[in-house]
Structure formats: structure tokens, C-alpha cells
């Protein structure tokens, strides 16, 4: 597995997120002076590596893979954040 993703990650994003069929929750990387989580809904795409969990899917594009390789994603609910450590 690329990366991890906790049950509180999943059940923040199953919150926000209502979810058609064919569509999943798209994570990736932005930045310009440093790098940063995206996150949008999106029709899954070929090629993609696909997690599922608590029956919410997540995916990530082959060029956005590097950046998540080895982490994970979790929410701190004290913080309100997402983390990726």
C-alpha cells in the first residue's frame, strides 16, 4: 500500500463528501513555495491508485503518488486539520 488512511480521515471526508457512483475522493499535490494536500471529488480515472474504506473510495493520479508514498493521512479533530505525516 502507498499510504495510510485513518478511520477519522475517512469518516471527516464521508461528512463532506456526498459521493455519485463512479466518483470518489481525489487526493494530490499543490504548491508553489512548498507542497500541499488538495482534495476534490472526482470521477475515478485509469491508472489510479484506488483505496477504499469505510465505503469511501479515495484515489491518486500515478503523477501524484510520489508525494504520498509511505504516510499517512489523518484528521486531528483538537486541531481540526488533516495531517499528513
Do not use: C, P
Not at 502507498?2 to 456526498?18: G, H, L, P, R, T
Not at 480515472?45 to 499517512?72: A, C, L, M
Amino acid at each position: 500500500m502507498i499510504f495510510e488512511i485513518s478511520n477519522s480521515a475517512v469518516d471527516f471526508y464521508k461528512s463532506e463528501f456526498v459521493l455519485g457512483e463512479n466518483e470518489a475522493i481525489r487526493l494530490f499535490v499543490r504548491g508553489a513555495e512548498g507542497f500541499f494536500l488538495g482534495v476534490e471529488k472526482d470521477r475515478l480515472e485509469n491508472e489510479s491508485f484506488i483505496i477504499e474504506k469505510n465505503g469511501v473510495k479515495f484515489f491518486i493520479t500515478e503523477n501524484d503518488q510520489w508525494h504520498f508514498e509511505g504516510k499517512k493521512l489523518d484528521f486531528d479533530q483538537k486541531s481540526e486539520m488533516m495531517i499528513l505525516s
